[in-house]
């Protein structure tokens, strides 16, 4: 199905339905399939046996914002100045961001809207804060329910709520290709477990309980989904693609408010052994779970280590799976991996880049730029002029640093990152920009 042949009014050959399950702050060793010291995720488990788990999938931020607008726009955030999460418009000023998303932006979802697929967005948005950010539709949406954006769902009610109105959409749309973004709230902050799954684990310890209770819940979301493709008779005719936005916050001695829900202490996710955690670049921060499933087309019960994936892939690998080509004039940061989803032999042409710039110098947050390219990733802090090498292929957790025994390769990666910086826009959109900003003092 091309943007042509609807616009020609041919009949077009229908794609897949598409499914991609965002989840926030899991850590890439919050699955039971994973080696979890703790958590049980049966659902994703299953999932992975009826699909694929990719090792070497990244994402484009260690924070929420950017990390989705690298999904949305198939495009590294730094093009569009969003370089952590959008809070309030003197926070977007100091740190050299627009106030919400720029609606002219590329879009994954309009993009397929205007290939005839009915599109949907549930659960978390976050891709605006301030009162007079863009409503969804505006992004290519025909439906959404969403928290930290205009349309509400409690997020006491969690990834739930989210999926009974993914559900919902999903049943009216059953006879038409659809794509669905459901961004689960777990496991950030406020954590609301539920009884049910608390009584499961209550075996465990206080900060173990929780979390487990948090994550079994956006598990059972994930289960609600595949037995609804079943039971609607669409398995075979839907890829579904679960991950999370970067990796697992780190647990602190917040334990929040009575009936506001529990904080920090209890978020004590793993990253499998990797180095690093939430708002850092080191594998910690980014690498997550990546699980795709689509029966008959993607190989079952395959683990890949080997093809090298990113966030940015996502919009140009759902296009070429749906048939649909990218628009005139749009140049992706991302490729198509849709040969690694189809269990081929994939080989990553483009280099992955990282800005980011809410570190604090500090532990694991330190580095400000990063780039991936090749078995090579080199970290660095602009300011202070450290760099971190470290060769991926032999050394997935990111333990021996390698600059000073591969000089000419940090040089090499370091030049590669300083041409890319200096391709980034100096200040964000006007288009992106609230009218409150003039009643900021600066």
């Given amino acids: 199905m091309t943007l042509a042949s609807v616009a020609s009014g041919e009949p077009p050959q229908r794609g897949p339905n598409i499914i991609f399950i965002f989840a926030d702050d899991w850590g890439y060793g919050d699955l039971s399939s994973h080696g979890s010291s703790f958590v049980q995720t049966p659902h994703l488990d299953r999932m992975a046996a009826e699909g694929v788990d990719f090792a070497n999938f990244s994402v484009n931020s260690p924070v929420c914002t950017p990390s989705r607008v690298a999904v949305m726009t198939g495009q590294f955030p730094a093009r569009q100045s969003i370089h952590q999460h959008f809070q309030s418009v003197k926070a977007h000023i100091g740190r050299g961001m627009p106030d919400w998303l720029d609606t002219q932006a590329p879009s994954l979802p309009r993009m397929l809207q205007g290939a005839g697929y009915k599109t949907g967005h549930f659960g978390k948005w976050h891709l605006g804060s301030v009162s007079d950010s863009p409503t969804e539709d505006e992004y290519g949406y025909d439906r959404f329910a969403t928290f930290n954006g205009s349309g509400k769902v409690p997020i006491g009610k969690g990834g739930l709520a989210s999926v009974d109105h993914a559900e919902r959409f999903i049943r009216d749309f059953k006879d038409e290709p659809f794509f669905v973004n459901l961004w689960l709230h777990e496991v950030h902050t406020p954590h609301l477990p539920q009884e049910r799954f608390m009584e499961k684990f209550k075996h465990l310890g206080e900060a173990e309980q929780v979390y487990a209770s948090v994550i079994a819940e956006g598990d059972e979301a994930v289960g609600r989904i595949l037995s609804l493709l079943k039971e609607l008779n669409i398995d ?158 032999s050394d997935w957790a990111e333990r021996e640093e390698l600059s000073a025994r591969y000089p000419e390769v940090a040089q090499k990666l370091k030049a590669k990152l300083m041409d890319w910086k200096a391709s980034l826009p100096e200040k964000p959109s006007e288009n992106a920009l609230s009218k409150a900003r003039s009643k900021v003092k600066r």
């Avoid at 090298?308 to 005139?328: C, H, I, K, Q």
């Avoid at 189809?342 to 710039?357: M, V, Y």
């Fill in 236 to 393: 075979e005719k839907t890829l579904v693609v679960f991950s999370t936005d970067n990796g697992p916050e780190r647990s602190t001695d917040d334990k929040g408010h009575k009936g506001q829900g529990l904080g920090k202490f209890y978020s004590i996710g793993e990253t499998g052994g990797l180095k690093g955690e939430k708002r850092s670049l080191f594998a910690g921060g980014v690498r997550v779970p990546f699980i795709v499933r689509w029966p008959g087309v993607v190989p079952q019960g395959k683990v890949d280590t080997s093809s090298v994936l990113t966030a940015v892939d996502l919009l140009p690998t759902f296009l070429e799976a749906a048939g649909v080509e990218l628009p005139e004039g749009y140049e992706p940061d991302g490729q198509s991996v849709l040969a690694a989803f189809k269990g081929k032999t994939f080989s990553r042409r483009k280099p992955i880049f990282w800005e980011w710039r809410g570190g604090d110098n500090q532990d694991y947050t330190w580095p400000s730029l990063g780039i991936r390219d090749g078995k090579w990733k080199l970290l660095l802090n602009q300011e202070t002029g450290a760099q971190e090498l470290y060769d991926l292929e």
